[in-house]
């Protein structure tokens, strides 16, 4: 099993419509979770931290579930320029040991 | 706008040859990421530096690879011989750690895509 898992997709969504990606990981001693996202053939970006307490940014809403050990990202409101990649990212170990695992991503496609 | 810089932007090389990749983290920044990513295995950490010192390589083949950062404008990634299954994209990424020893937001070169023959 990976240590940081996510379903690849594609999700095909029209405009206007609200996904939502999940993201499971292993290490339950994980304290940092971010989501990027990666456009075709360019870098991935931070899209946003995930707090234990959840946070939203325009359209979109990233929430922790330290108990079943997953994070989940919503976008509402689709936007034909959210098509991309998004990226889970979650650390592994602490202090000069500490590594950022990432996922294989989710490939989102919003149609017009 | 401070960005990462990655050169070159594309390599297409035969087997065996060397490969010297090249990235300017952003200004001020500590740490340095190099990463692989593939269609197979995503983004794979190769090396960590922090503050010109490198923390982890243990993702490199060291028969093959190796990463330098001769100052703190420039890091190198280099594959000496450098064979097909190295073709990938690799990432620069830079970020700054204020001194708690944890990641903050890594920032991303355009990245190199190798492909070796």
């Known amino acids: 099993r990976k240590e940081v898992e996510q379903d690849p997709g594609p999700f095909n969504v029209p405009e206007g419509a609200t996904v939502a990606f999940n993201c499971t990981y292993s290490?339950?001693?994980?304290?940092?979770f971010f989501w990027y996202r990666q456009d075709c053939r360019k870098e991935p970006k931070l899209l946003m931290s995930?707090?234990?307490?959840?946070n939203e940014d325009g359209r979109f809403t990233a929430q922790l579930n330290r108990a079943s050990q997953y994070i989940s990202l919503l976008i509402r409101d689709s936007k034909l320029s959210d098509s991309a990649t998004y990226l889970c990212?979650?650390?592994?170990?602490?202090?000069?040991?500490?590594?950022?695992?990432w996922g294989l991503g989710t490939s989102l496609a919003v149609n017009p | 706008d401070a960005r990462v810089t990655q050169t070159p932007r594309d390599k297409v090389t035969e087997m065996g040859q060397e490969v010297t990749m090249r990235c300017q983290p952003i200004?001020?920044?500590?740490?340095v990421f190099w990463y692989r990513q593939t269609m197979m295995q995503g983004l794979e950490l190769l090396a960590y530096?922090?503050?010109?010192?490198?923390?982890?390589d243990s993702g490199m083949p060291k028969d093959r690879f190796s990463a330098e950062m001769p100052d703190a404008t420039l890091a190198t990634l280099k594959i000496q011989p450098s064979e097909p299954r190295d073709s990938a994209v690799y990432f620069c990424?830079?970020?700054?750690?204020?001194?708690?020893?944890?990641?903050?937001?890594?920032?991303f070169g355009p990245g190199t895509r190798l492909t070796v023959l």
């Open positions: 990424a830079s970020g700054l750690v204020r001194g708690r020893g944890d990641t903050d937001t890594q920032y």
């Open positions: 200004l001020g920044h500590n740490t």
């Open positions: 530096f922090r503050n010109r010192a490198p923390l982890d």
């Open positions: 290490n339950s001693a994980s304290q940092s």
């Open positions: 995930v707090y234990s307490s959840g």
């Open positions: 990212v979650v650390n592994r170990g602490a202090g000069n040991n500490r590594k950022l695992i």
